[in-house]
């Protein structure tokens, strides 16, 4: 079985998602990926829109600053891109982003083709109370589910964080990349994002989108 991983943050970059599958350090990275037991890239991937919005929160492992997450009642569009997946990639992509231990994962496979089942029937299932532990189904493309997973609390229910630069330029990269978008589309995208819009100048995202998009 195939599933649509829909990914709105850092994993839009295909290059970043590279190091999910392979496994490895990234260059200036904080932490080595196990990577997925099938190391096949995507069949194909796909810029889509999702209905709500992105916020930023927590505080991540591998950048410093707050984590993207989805949230379906946000108002608005949410950018992302979608990747076509069997469902243990799937399933190892979440348990990287979940920092389950690496190892035998067929009890998580197991785990996860039932939460699939249970998301794409209602809307939303749970693997975990941690963060990227719910797994939500915001639809199907061409008869496949899209599943993408997030935090089980709202932009409502907790107190965003800034986002560090270099994950910032990174979801940048992502976006224009994917969506094609100018450097003026992104900034007025990213600018206004629980997390963001608090603390980051509409000046300041707009000089480290136009510097992502220059860099190599």
């Known amino acids: 079985m195939r599933v649509w991983y829909v990914a709105y943050g850092s994993n839009m970059h295909a290059a970043r998602l590279a190091w999910y599958i392979g496994g490895g350090c990234p260059p200036g990275g904080m932490r080595t990926y196990p990577g997925c037991r099938d190391r096949r890239p ?13 916020y ?9 600053g707050g984590m993207a997450f989805y949230d379906p009642h946000l108002p608005g569009e949410a950018a992302a891109r979608a990747y076509l997946v069997t469902v243990d990639q799937f399933t190892d992509i979440a348990a990287q982003e979940m920092y389950r231990p690496a190892g035998d994962t ?5 785990t996860t083709a039932a939460a699939i089942e249970a998301a794409i029937a209602g809307g939303r ?3 975990g109370p941690g ?17 993408t997973f ?14 560090a630069p270099t994950y910032l330029r990174m979801i940048a ?6 969506h094609g978008w100018p450097a003026e ?9 629980p997390g963001v819009a608090d603390a980051w100048p509409p000046d300041a995202v707009a000089a480290l989108v136009s510097e992502a998009l220059a860099g190599p």
Do not use: K, N, Q
């Not at 930023?56 to 410093?64: D, H, I, L, N």
């Open 173 to 178: 990269r992502g976006l224009h990349e994917s």
């Open 106 to 110: 067929a009890h998580l496979t197991e």
């Open 125 to 127: 299932a749970t693997l």
């Open 131 to 147: 963060r990227y532990e719910t797994l939500v189904c915001p639809g199907s493309r061409s008869g496949v589910p899209m599943l």
């Open 42 to 54: 995507p069949s194909t991937s796909v810029p889509v829109s999702l209905p709500g919005g992105i």
């Open 56 to 64: 930023f929160a927590g505080e991540s492992r591998a950048w410093t």
């Open 185 to 193: 589309r992104i900034a007025g995208y990213l600018e206004v994002r």
């Open 150 to 163: 997030t935090a089980p609390e709202g932009a409502s229910a907790v107190r965003c964080r800034p986002p």
